[in-house]
Nanobody, 124 residues
């Protein structure tokens, strides 16, 4: 089993930046990468960004490409999401989870070890 813990959310104004973090523990060696998802009230959970442990280009949702950057600490399984030029529509609870399949995926069904999430609120 893999466990993850998100941190770093908060309340910011439109145009501001924020970095959220994800710490992974447990059987991380059984996973293939990490992904960030978000869910706003009344909406479905949606893919935001992901990377693979073995390297290669990260991939992003169209709505955040060019504004958000996912990265990792090469010494462990910590993952970060740098969010720039935040918009009110980015307001959501952000979750990280470990990818459990070798194929790249934007589907939450291919991720596990979900944390409690961290709230990001962007005011206009």
């Amino acid at each position: 089993q893999v466990q993850v813990q998100e941190s770093g959310g908060g309340l910011v104004q439109a145009g501001d930046s924020l970095r959220i973090s994800c710490a992974a523990s447990g059987r991380t060696f059984t996973t293939f990468g990490m992904g960030w998802f978000r869910q706003a009230p009344g909406k479905e959970r949606e893919f935001v960004a992901a990377l693979s442990w073995r390297g290669g280009a990260p991939y992003y949702a169209v709505s955040v490409e060019g504004r958000f950057t996912i990265s990792r600490d090469n010494n462990n399984y910590a993952t970060f999401l740098q969010m720039n030029s935040l918009k009110p529509e980015d307001t959501a609870k952000y979750y990280c989870a470990a990818r459990t399949t070798p194929q790249l995926s934007r589907s939450w069904k291919h991720y596990g070890g979900w944390g409690q999430g961290t709230q990001v609120t962007v005011s206009s």
